[in-house]
């Protein structure tokens, strides 16, 4: 029997498919991310599990995996579902469907609702190529590393926040990204209380300033197309000119590199290796 991946409602129980409830009713066991979202979920479907339902979440992945493992090799059906979207997509589940692959265990998805498509879909934003992100890193210095290396991608990129950091999230993306990026914030997507917001990354921080609540997934127009190929040399330059309208190094630099699409670093490592002396202060 394979590895069943199934995507469960993120929002709404009734947009689970038949097929879902058959897998909960018939699978001889059930590997969820929390017990008690599945309780309630077979709960609002009207299902009651067939098989044995046992924890699978980050912190027991690991030793968890291996039993799973031994239930998929004795030829038993194992579903594994998360609280919602997609198994495996910034969820647990990858390590099993990587040790399944492995042996060369049959694995297969029953497709549902996922907050990454769902938000691309409604953002308004380009979505024939895209990328997807996950979470950031907590920390500042470390998100706006992650952020910097994302300035010259073209696709729209889609990320998940948890809401008490959005509000720095989006104040690290305006000021990395460029504060004109076109963004749209997504909360709380299919629920009673759904946010749809669209704006620039500068006005999104703002809006978001405050407490914020329930699940986010932001959605960010993706970096414009390069001006020119532009010479170590003639980056440092243009860093050269913005300071001599009295703009600060860091912040020069960070402008030339949203104005020509490229990564901050690369004009950062032309400005050091120019040796462009600061200008007075």
Known sequence: MPLLLAGVP????????????????????????????????????????????????????????????????????????????????????????????????????????????????????????????????????????????????????????????????LVDMAAVLGADRRAVVCRELTKTHEEVRRGTLAELAERFSGEVRGEVTVVVEGAPERVNASTPEELARLVTVREGTGEPRKEAIAGVARELGVPRRDVYDAVLAAKVPRPPH
């Open 10 to 169: 993120i929002g709404q129980p009734g947009d689970a498919s038949p097929r879902l409830r058959e897998a909960l009713a018939t699978a001889e066991v059930i590997a969820a991310e929390d017990t008690r979202r599945l309780k309630r979920l077979c709960s609002d479907l009207g299902v009651v599990p067939g098989g044995r339902v046992v924890s699978y979440f980050e912190a027991n992945e690991a030793e968890r995996t291996p039993r799973l493992m031994a239930s998929l090799r004795a030829g038993e059906s194992v579903l594994l579902v998360t609280d919602a979207g997609m198994p495996s997509v910034s969820d647990p589940g990858f390590r099993l469907v990587a040790a399944a692959a492995a042996e060369d265990l049959p694995v297969s998805c029953l497709p549902g609702p996922s907050a990454v498509t769902t938000a691309l879909a409604v953002s308004g934003l380009p979505s024939d190529r895209f990328c997807f992100e996950g979470f950031l890193p907590r920390k500042g210095g470390e998100r706006r590393a992650r952020l910097d290396s994302l300035a010259a991608e073209r696709r729209t990129a889609v990320f998940f926040e948890a809401p008490h950091r959005l509000g720095e999230c």
